[in-house]
């Protein structure tokens, strides 16, 4: 079963300067580390309901609660970290891991 973790970032000051930073040396970083199946950016259109005011949602993808860990790890992981910190991308963001819904007995 896949796990995915996801990073919701708030609306910064400059949303300019953060996605120059975000795509510019963020995502690459995250995108070389193992066990990671997908990256999937989505920046926020339209709020409807809710404070704070959102930017972007990214998915990191892994094929299972096991793969995560083991990425979480691992040197490349560390490197994306310490980029976002740098930055400071962590200032605006919320970190969590979830899996699929599955009913009972499918």
Do not use: C, I
């Not at 926020?44 to 959102?54: A, D, S």
């Amino acid at each position: 079963m896949t796990v995915s973790y996801f990073a919701l970032y708030r609306t910064p000051d400059d949303p300019a300067d953060f996605e120059q930073h975000y795509f510019g040396s963020h995502v690459p970083l995250v995108e070389k580390t193992p066990g990671l199946v997908a990256n999937r950016v989505h920046r926020v259109t339209r709020q409807f309901v809710g404070e704070p005011g959102y930017h972007l949602l990214a998915e990191l993808v892994f094929e299972s609660p096991e793969a995560m860990k083991e990425a979480f790890r691992s040197p490349e992981w560390a490197a994306a970290g310490k980029d976002l910190g740098s930055w400071g991308g962590t200032d605006l963001v919320t970190m969590f891991s979830a899996e699929p819904h599955r009913p009972e007995g499918d």
